[in-house]
């Protein structure tokens, strides 16, 4: 069935570090692909997204490339900051559903 | 930046009881949906809302759930008799426009209902 694998966590870094989070997908046809992001004591919120292969999402220093041939979705920042400390949910949603399907989440923690 | 607001932020009911969460997306958008996430577990899609209706909803969202709009506002997820089961953090999300069109859901803070 339809599911998001997440990188099993937690990943602790030193600040300034680069960050990989990897998120592989079973989807059937061509989902868009979220990257939602939940600091400590808030709810989730939209970090980056991209809806067709090849497609780049970026924000706050944080990228991810949809990869069809590998139906991955690879969460990167080139240097981590303390305040990017948080939990990373890789998700998806496909043609004619209304639902996202979230991984496990990865928790970050970066420490100065 | 508009955002979506849950109330209350935690609630605790006794097993059997009902349990009314609250939500006021953003004001401008159409689609509403509900997910929980149990306690070390994946968040999961429990129902959609539009147009006054349930567009989808998942194995997880039986009898004892039920969605309402009650009035321009609120969204609100009724569990008619709790379970231990349905201890978890509730989350509410609402969008512009359908999933399938692309357009991200916004979160709200959630609630975190703990059932004893």
């Known amino acids: 069935g339809n599911s998001v694998t997440q990188m099993e966590g937690p990943v602790t870094l030193s600040e300034e570090a680069f960050l990989t989070i990897n998120c592989t997908y079973t989807a059937t046809g061509y989902p868009s692909l979220f990257w939602y992001v939940q600091y400590p004591g808030e709810g989730l919120q939209l970090l980056l997204k991209?809806?067709?292969?090849?497609d780049k999402g970026s924000n706050k220093g944080f990228e991810a490339t949809y990869r069809k041939e590998t139906t991955s979705f690879h969460l990167e920042k080139g240097s981590v900051q303390v305040s990017d400390s948080a939990v990373y949910f890789c998700?998806?949603?496909?043609?004619?559903?209304?639902?996202?399907?979230f991984g496990k989440g990865t928790k970050l923690t970066v420490n100065p | 930046e508009p955002e979506v607001t849950q109330t209350p932020s935690h609630q605790v009911t006794q097993m059997g009881q009902e349990v009314i969460l609250r939500c006021v997306p953003i004001?401008?958008?159409?689609?509403f949906y509900w997910y929980r996430q149990i306690l070390g577990q994946k968040v999961e899609f429990l129902v959609s809302f539009y147009n006054n209706e349930i567009s989808e909803k998942s194995e997880i969202f039986d009898d004892q759930f039920s969605v309402e709009r009650p009035d321009g506002s609120n969204f609100t997820l009724k569990i008619r008799s709790t379970k231990l089961e349905d201890s978890a953090m509730y989350f509410c999300?609402?969008?512009?426009?359908?999933?399938?069109?692309?357009?991200?859901?916004?979160f709200g803070d959630g609630t975190r209902l703990s059932i004893l």
């Open positions: 991209a809806t067709k292969a090849d």
């Open positions: 999300a609402s969008s512009a426009e359908a999933s399938y069109s692309n357009q991200p859901q916004h």
């Open positions: 998700a998806f949603t496909q043609g004619g559903s209304e639902k996202l399907v």
């Open positions: 004001s401008n958008h159409l689609y």
